[in-house]
Every structure is written in C-alpha cells, then in structure tokens.
C-alpha cells in the first residue's frame, strides 16, 4: 500500500531544497544590503546638506513602538524599541518631522517656539525663546 508520497516524492524535495535555501538566502542578503545602501546615502546625504537654524514651533510629537521576538534555544526573547519624532512649522509654513533621541523628545512640548537647528533630516537641537 502507497501512500502517495514515495521515494520520488522524497528525491524531489531534496533536490529542489539547496535552490530554496539558496534562494532565502540571497534575499537576506540583497535586503540587508539595500538597507545598508540606503542608509548610507542619507548619512552622506545629510553630510552633504548644511547646517542651519530657522525659527519654528513644534506642532506635534511622535512615537513609534517596536516589537521583536525571537525563540532560539526554546527560549523566548522579546525586545520593545521605541523612535521618537517632532514635527516642526517654519515661518513659511513648510513643515518636518526630524527624528530625535529621546532625551530630546521629552524636553520638547507641543506649542514651543524657537530656534531650529538641523541638518538635512538629521535634528541638531531645538533652543526655546
């Protein structure tokens, strides 16, 4: 009595599992190297834009929770990681979400005014006036 799944059956997947397994790892490999791309062009990016200091309020905060878990060893392991961000309103009504440390996000309050200092998207400090 056959049941359905032979030694052919058998032959198949070891045959076609060295092409899956190569293929799952070529695209962890191309998507972290995208990320690392594009993480380095706006590094250099913002290097490259200049620093300046404009008045703005702070029209609104920000969070962004994240959740990670994994099981290695029969063990679970969970870790939460928070980014923060403020969006500021120059005087010409343009407005731009910087990211910030946290430290940062927690002196600021919806509503402040004052100097601005950024580079590209990177937030270089907020002094109230």
Same mark, same amino acid.
């Given at each position: 009595? &056959?049941? =359905?799944? #032979?030694?052919?059956?058998?032959?198949?997947?070891? &045959?076609?599992?060295?092409?899956?397994?190569?293929?799952?790892?070529?695209? @962890?490999? =191309?998507?972290?190297?995208?990320? %690392?791309?594009? =993480?380095?062009? +706006?590094?250099?990016?913002?290097?490259?834009?200049?620093?300046? +200091?404009?008045? @703005? +309020?702070?029209? &609104?905060?920000?969070?962004?929770?994240?959740?990670?878990?994994?099981? #290695?060893?029969?063990?679970?392991?969970?870790?939460?990681? +928070?980014?923060?961000? %403020?969006?500021?309103?120059?005087?010409?009504?343009?407005?731009?979400?910087?990211?910030?440390?946290?430290? !940062?996000?927690?002196?600021? %309050? !919806? =509503?402040?005014? #004052?100097?601005?200092?950024?580079?590209?998207?990177?937030?270089?400090?907020? !002094?109230?006036?």
């Amino acid at each position: 009595m &056959s049941s =359905g799944f #032979g030694m052919g059956g058998f032959d198949l997947l070891f &045959s076609i599992f060295p092409f899956l397994f190569i293929a799952v790892f070529v695209i @962890a490999i =191309g998507t972290f190297i995208v990320t %690392a791309v594009r =993480g380095a062009r +706006t590094w250099s990016k913002n290097n490259a834009s200049p620093r300046l +200091t404009v008045d @703005a +309020t702070v029209v &609104s905060k920000r969070t962004e929770v994240s959740h990670h878990r994994s099981h #290695g060893d029969g063990i679970g392991h969970s870790t939460t990681s +928070t980014h923060y961000y %403020a969006t500021f309103q120059v005087e010409s009504g343009d407005r731009m979400e910087l990211p910030l440390d946290g430290s !940062e996000y927690g002196l600021l %309050a !919806e =509503g402040d005014r #004052g100097s601005l200092t950024f580079q590209g998207t990177r937030y270089l400090g907020f !002094e109230r006036t």
